[in-house]
């Protein structure tokens, strides 16, 4: 028996789930799935983060606007949604520091940064070397930045719950399906579930995550862009170092212009304290084993080498920066040493058990440069979310009202209700608070 959908999402990570439970209150009328391969959702980078609860101060207000605005929003929605839910949300803040006169700098424009994204004088400050010793006498560093309004989360957590509001509202999650063909019949999207099963649907979402971009090219859409996908590692600080300090460290990256940061000192929302991630390149959004990896080498390489991805993979800096990060996975103490440099008190003898590590994947243009901000798309009947990379979490919930609204607004669907009251949520007051003007 063939299934009938109105709309299928592809992807159950933080993203597709969120989007499904705003369209479950808009469009109570219409048959809708989301398609997961994993045995429950979040299985992949949405459940393999550092849990951050970002403070939009790391994004150049005129670049990453909408992304700015997600984070700066979703930290609220996520405190009331977690507080419902009965889900941990800390407000424990974040410390970014400047390792050097250059460094200071990179905070004065990142507190600027902060502010022009919505955070007010009593969120985010900047703190000179000894102000900072006074409140966290084991950092080491020139300034640093002190976020107060930046919190931690358990993303894997919050998106389960996402899931059951979405069900409870009708929604079909079909977990433990890999949609691997997708072809057009009749004005509708055939699409195969692990080589058997077959579903219809008259719209596709793709928000796929590491592989979002294999399905936009299986439906003709990003042909000019590829994707690099990076593996984030973690270790695990021994119960020793869980007081080391009272709030998170992250450092000002050495490499602005690529889209990951520099290892962090991260507290989680459990008081267990690691170190991560680094961003190994990898051949598959899957790579956390050598076997992934070996089976990837090489479609991905000729996938690259067949793509604006060949400058990236030429580029000096580029080479350098990878060279490093593939030293930092080979090796404990080249990573550890990166955080050693502003937390002097680790040892990398000590740290003994490796972490849950996620994979993020950077989409790169024809002229071989990392593309800064997500990529949506739209082709007849389909709609794809691409570079949809940190703060992504912390944004997915207002990010995603905007995708639904924004489908609406080009056209693609209808709803029963203009706006609804979603969950704690107007729909109306979400769009307004996100638009970009
Ligand atoms: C190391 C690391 C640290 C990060 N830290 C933070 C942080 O602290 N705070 C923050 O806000 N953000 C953080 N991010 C970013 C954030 O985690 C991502 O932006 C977010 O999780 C992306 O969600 P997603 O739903 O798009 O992708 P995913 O979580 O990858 O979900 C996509 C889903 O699609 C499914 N899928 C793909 N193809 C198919 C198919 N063919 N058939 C069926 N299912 C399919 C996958 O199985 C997957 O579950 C971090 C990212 C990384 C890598």
């Keep these: 028996m063939t299934h009938n959908f109105d709309i299928v999402i592809i992807g159950g990570g933080i993203l597709g789930t969120s989007i499904s439970y705003f369209l479950s209150f808009l469009n109570k009328s219409k048959k809708i799935a989301v398609i997961e391969q994993a045995h429950n959702v979040a299985f992949h980078t949405s459940g393999r983060n550092t849990g951050k609860i970002h403070a939009p101060y790391l994004y150049n207000p005129e670049k990453k ?28 803040g974040v410390l970014e520091v400047a390792l050097d006169s250059k460094g200071i700098k990179v905070l004065e424009k990142y507190l600027k940064w902060g502010k022009q994204n919505g955070l007010e004088e009593k969120d985010i400050e900047l703190l000179s070397k000894e102000e900072l010793k006074k409140i966290e006498p084991e950092i080491k560093c020139e300034a640093a930045l002190n976020v107060h309004r930046d919190g931690s989360a358990d993303y894997s957590e919050y998106t389960k719950a996402v899931m059951k509001d979405s069900k409870e509202n009708g929604i079909k999650f079909l977990l ?4 691997t063909k997708i072809k057009k019949e009749k004005d509708k999207w055939t699409i195969i579930l692990n080589d058997e099963h077959k579903i219809n649907s008259n719209f596709l979402i793709n928000a796929a995550g590491g592989e979002a971009m294999d399905i936009a090219h299986t439906l003709n859409v990003a042909q000019k862009l590829t994707d690099v996908h990076f593996r984030g590692e973690y270790w695990k600080a021994p119960q020793e170092y869980h007081h080391l300090t009272k709030t998170s460290v992250y ?8 889209p990951f940061l520099d290892p962090h000192w991260i507290i989680r ?12 390149p990898v051949f598959s959004p899957y790579g956390y084993n050598k076997v992934e990896n070996i089976k990837e080498f090489i479609p991905k390489m000729l996938e690259m080498l067949g793509s604006g991805a060949r400058k990236a993979i030429f580029d000096k800096q580029f080479q350098e920066l990878a060279f490093s990060e593939i030293q930092s996975s080979m090796s404990k103490s080249v990573m550890i040493d990166r955080v050693k440099r502003f937390l002097p008190k680790i040892n990398a003898d000590k740290i003994t058990e490796k972490g849950t590590a996620g994979i993020r994947s950077s989409v790169i243009d024809e002229n071989g440069k990392f593309v800064p901000d997500v990529i949506l798309m739209d082709s007849e009947n389909s709609f794809h979310i691409l570079n949809y990379n940190s703060p992504g ?12 609204n924004h489908l609406r ?11 609804a009251q979603c969950g704690p949520w ?12």
């Design 65 to 92: 606007k909408l992304f700015a605005k997600a984070a700066f929003h979703g930290y609220g929605m996520w405190e009331e949604y977690a507080k419902l839910q009965k889900l941990p949300f800390k407000k424990d």
């Design 269 to 280: 929302v459990d008081g267990k304290c690691e170190i991560g991630p680094n961003a190994v």
């Design 251 to 258: 450092s000002v990256p050495e490499y602005q212009d690529y």
């Design 393 to 404: 979490a912390t944004g997915a919930l207002p990010f995603s009202a905007h995708i639904v």
């Design 176 to 179: 433990d399906n890999k949609v």
């Design 426 to 437: 107007k729909f109306s007051d979400i769009i307004e608070k996100i638009s970009v003007r």
């Design 409 to 419: 607004e080009l056209g693609f669907l209808e709803y029963d209700e203009s706006d």
